[in-house]
């Protein structure tokens, strides 16, 4: 993959029509993706070598995002508070320039905001998936 701007990762949010719209959430300045799985050990005493004993593809994956930056417009604020309280689920996107879109329920776990006197308000937000993700390459 060759280098990509940062400016172009984005999590857009589902409007749960059909077909689903998505819209970008915010202006983002920071984020991350970060891709999880966890491994099965079934490493026993009866093992005779130092190397562990794992199951693949048998433990839980999940993915969160986190990012930060200014809401440009009041629904964008609006739609990402709602869910925080509400507790919803969404459809959300990310897309990750040069490599694919992730797409499928994410749940909004953190929300905060912060803002220096000479600067604009910021958000910093975490989602974390809640179902299946699908992966479409770039």
């Given at each position: 993959?060759?280098a990509?701007?940062?400016?172009?990762?984005?999590?857009?949010?589902?409007?749960?029509?059909?077909?689903?719209?998505?819209?970008?959430?915010?202006?983002?300045?920071?984020?991350?993706?970060?891709?999880?799985?966890?491994?099965?050990?079934?490493?026993?005493?009866?093992?005779?070598?130092?190397?562990?004993?794992?199951?693949?593809?048998?433990?839980?994956?999940?993915?969160?995002?986190?990012?930060?930056?200014?809401?440009?417009?009041s629904?964008?604020?609006?739609?990402?508070?709602?869910?925080?309280?509400?507790?919803?689920?969404?459809?959300y996107?990310?897309?990750?320039?040069?490599?694919?879109?992730?797409?499928?329920?994410?749940?909004?776990?953190?929300?905060?905001?912060?803002?220096?006197?000479?600067?604009?308000?910021?958000?910093?937000?975490?989602?974390?998936?809640?179902?299946?993700?699908?992966?479409?390459?770039?």
């Open positions: 993959m060759a990509q701007k940062g400016r172009s990762f984005l999590a857009k949010r589902g409007d749960a029509a059909s077909p689903e719209v998505f819209t970008t959430v915010g202006a983002f300045r920071t984020n991350t993706l970060t891709i999880n799985k966890e491994t099965v050990d079934v490493t026993t005493k009866d093992d005779t070598d130092l190397w562990r004993a794992r199951i693949a593809n048998a433990g839980l994956r999940d993915m969160r995002l986190s990012g930060g930056g200014v809401f440009k417009n629904t964008q604020e609006k739609n990402v508070r709602s869910d925080i309280f509400g507790s919803i689920l969404h459809n996107q990310m897309v990750v320039p040069g490599l694919g879109t992730f797409e499928g329920p994410f749940d909004i776990t953190n929300l905060e905001y912060s803002g220096d006197h000479d600067d604009a308000v910021m958000f910093q937000c975490t989602w974390e998936s809640a179902g299946t993700i699908a992966f479409t390459a770039a």
